[in-house]
């Protein structure tokens, strides 16, 4: 069976099954493409890649999913060719997951010379390369989508917000804050949220901690948002969280 396969094959015996790409077809040769985006690394990425643009839809399929597995820095070009080129949502996210794995220790995708970002001023369809500089990271990618966010409407502006919602650090954290002072509705109500996810996952010490919550309670609309910062500093150890949370001891509403 396919699963008795990959458990038993090693990169090293693969070439019959590549081999067999060309002499299948359909289901079969779906299956070949599984094993060999499963076992490859990035030897046969040519190969797969070309088995994207395929009319059967279950090789398509198979290929794109293969693509993250055989991707390396060395793709970067074809993979973000690739990503403006697609039309349906399940191959633009298997794109992006493919350069995602791609860029992975790559230093100088989160400088204004990566491939990303120049791609990024060029197409017309920004949305897409946005939705991956979480995964880039860095200043200047930041600092790229929050002058999207800024500067544009209608779904770049929300791509580039959700870019921010999505950051994986607390490097963020200063736009969404910006963001629920001066933004109203979904915006505002996004930003609060994920404002208190980073700062809570961030390593800043307990005392910048509480700093960041005081700032953001001012803002807090809901009950539900007032209990959100209250929980947070409640997991806070420091004297000073104790003397903040005392404020609200009286409050049944929280």
């Known amino acids: 069976s396919k699963i008795a396969l990959l458990q038993l094959l090693d990169k090293e015996h693969l070439a019959p099954f590549v081999k067999q790409l060309n002499e299948t077809s359909g289901e079969v040769k779906a299956a070949f493409v599984e094993i060999i985006g499963a076992k490859s690394g990035s030897q046969y990425f040519d190969e797969i890649y070309a088995l994207t643009d395929s009319q059967n839809d279950d090789v398509r399929s198979a290929a794109f999913v293969a693509l993250q597995n055989v991707s390396s820095y060395d793709n970067i070009s074809d993979l973000i060719q690739k990503l403006l080129a697609v039309q349906n949502d399940k191959e633009i996210n298997a794109a992006q997951a493919a350069i995602v794995e791609a860029i992975k220790g790559v230093d100088i995708e989160s400088t204004e010379n990566g491939e990303l970002l120049r791609a990024l001023d060029l197409t017309n369809k920004k949305e897409r390369i946005i939705a991956i500089l979480p995964e880039v990271g860095g200043e200047v990618a930041l600092e790229t989508v929050v002058d ?94 104790m003397v903040f949370l005392e404020d609200f001891l009286d409050n049944n509403e929280l």
Request: hydrophobic fraction near 35%; proline fraction near 3%; include cysteine.
């Open 148 to 241: 999207y966010f800024e500067s544009s409407s209608g779904t770049l502006k929300d791509a580039a917000f959700e870019a921010l919602t999505n950051w994986k650090n607390y490097s963020a954290a200063a736009s969404l804050y910006e963001i629920c002072q001066t933004a109203s509705g979904d915006y505002r109500e996004q930003a609060f949220e994920n404002f208190i996810r980073q700062v809570r996952s961030t390593p800043l010490p307990d005392a910048q901690k509480l700093l960041q919550y005081r700032k953001i309670m001012p803002y807090a609309e809901t009950a539900n948002e007032k209990r959100s910062v209250i929980q947070s500093v409640g997991n806070l150890k420091t004297f000073l969280s």
